[in-house]
Each structure stands twice: as C-alpha cells, then as structure tokens.
C-alpha cells in the first residue's frame, strides 16, 4: 500500500507532508495492520506499524479505523474482486488518501528487474517546511542483482532539472525494497518501495532528499523477468518448494538437449 497525507494551514497553505509505503495486512475477520516506512517533512526514512479494525458490508463501502500508532479513520472500498483496495480518510494532523493492490506471495532482489516507467508529485522542503510543489518522471533500471539506474526528470516551482541517476536496491522476503541513488547533480534520494501487482511489474515509491519528498507509481516497461518462471501445470499460485516449473527464455544454454529416462537399477 501507498498512504500520502497533507494538512492544511488555517491560511489555506500546505504546512505538513506525509509519505507512507509498505505493507496492509487484512486477516479476513476485521483486523487489519500497515508496516510502513514513512517520510514526513524531514523526518525520513521511518517505521511505523499502526493497527486497527475494518468492516466490509454487502455494498463495499467499508470503514477502517487505526487505534494503534494512531489514531485515524478512514473509508475502505475494495475492487477489483477484492484485490486492489482505496483509502480515504484523517487523524489529528493530515487528510490521507492511499491504495492498494495484492502483492506476490514472497520477493527476491530479481523481483524488481527491468525497466519502470514511474510518474508522481510531492513537496520542495527546507527546515522542515514545504516551499513548494514539485513532480518527477521518468525511467529506473533494475538489474535484478541489487544495482539501479536511470534518468529523470524533477519540475519544482516551474524549474525542470533532468538528471541521470544510479545507485542500489535490497529488497525484502514481504516485497517491500529500498534503495539509495544519487543523480549526476550530486543529490542523495533515498526510496522505499512496494510491489503493487502480483506479477512484480508494478510498484509504488516514496522518494525523499535533503530538499524534496515525493510519491509516485511506476509501471513495468516490457515483460518481467519474473514472469518466466511459472507454474508447470499452467495454473496460478506461483512456485513452491518441490514444485515443478517451466522457464521462458532465450539463450538459456549453449546447445539442445532431450530428457532422457532414468537408467534401470
């Protein structure tokens, strides 16, 4: 999940910022629990778990209510069968708004591999307050081993400033990574991610330097490497432990070759 918060002065001005991804779990029965890693001003780079209570009637228009590590109500409606989800709602500090999607069942560093293209917006911030809006885009490669590079671009107050970036990535067993890149600028970003499709080909981001924080979703570019690796029966539900499998590929070995049967004890 992505949850993204603002608050608003009594002048009509944005004081306060909030950049939350990471993980929602439901158990099905009305519990619920977000393990988030949390940009807030310059606060960066923090852990939060915040617990609570959901209810989900007939018609989907359900409510979520966070009394632990906060306190916070929010609207919850569910689509797409179930396996995408939004949020809207508030605590004492921001108005939030977030979204979700089902994420693969475990991640290794290949999970993210590839080219995404990525879009999203945020704040320019100096001395923990907000000077401005800004947007970024642009295209990360990830080469599955743990290395990320790319280009972007960053508009902030009418200023774009494309630059090249690279840096590195570790990503967790429950699909969620961070990375640190700086650009050709010399500017540090540190990102938090989370996959945002079972595939692995979709993930939202939270970005955050010395003087900016964003959030934005980016979107594979062509076929996930992952995605070669399947089921060899043909069915979802991924690959176990003892399982059988296909792979896709090409130049997979340096020759052809048939199965041959066991020899005869």
């Not at 967790?172 to 990375?179: F, I, T």
Request: proline content about 4%.
């Amino acid at each position: 999940m992505v949850l993204t918060g603002r608050s608003v002065s009594s002048t009509g001005l944005f004081s306060k910022s909030y950049y939350g991804v990471g993980t929602a779990t439901f158990d099905g029965v009305g519990k619920v629990t977000f393990n988030l890693t949390t940009n807030a001003n310059r606060a960066q780079n923090g852990a939060q778990t915040l617990a609570g209570i959901y209810t989900l009637p007939s018609n989907c228009a359900g409510t979520l209510t966070i009394t632990s590590g906060d306190t916070a109500s929010f609207t919850l409606i569910p689509y797409n069968n179930g396996q995408n989800f939004t949020l809207t709602g508030q605590d004492a500090t921001y108005n939030f708004t977030g979204s979700g999607a089902s994420q693969p069942p475990a991640c290794l560093t290949s999970t993210f591999s590839g080219v995404y293209a990525f879009s999203g917006n945020g704040f320019s911030i100096a001395a923990s307050a907000i000077t401005g809006a800004n947007t970024i885009s642009g295209l990360l490669q990830f080469d599955g081993a743990g290395s990320v590079s790319g280009n972007w671009s960053v508009a902030t107050n009418g200023v774009l400033t494309p630059a090249a970036v690279s840096g590195h990535y570790t990503v967790s067993a429950p699909c969620v990574a961070a990375a640190t890149i700086s650009d050709a600028n010399g500017n540090a970003y540190s990102l938090a991610l989370t996959a945002a499709a079972t595939t692995g080909a979709d993930f939202s981001v939270i970005g955050a330097s010395a003087a900016s924080l964003f959030s934005a979703t980016a979107h594979s570019t062509f076929t996930n490497p992952g995605l070669a690796v399947g089921n060899a029966a043909g069915v979802s539900g991924g690959t176990p432990p003892g399982s059988l499998f296909s792979i896709y590929g090409f130049n997979l070995s340096n020759s052809e070759a048939q199965p041959r049967s066991p020899s005869s004890a």
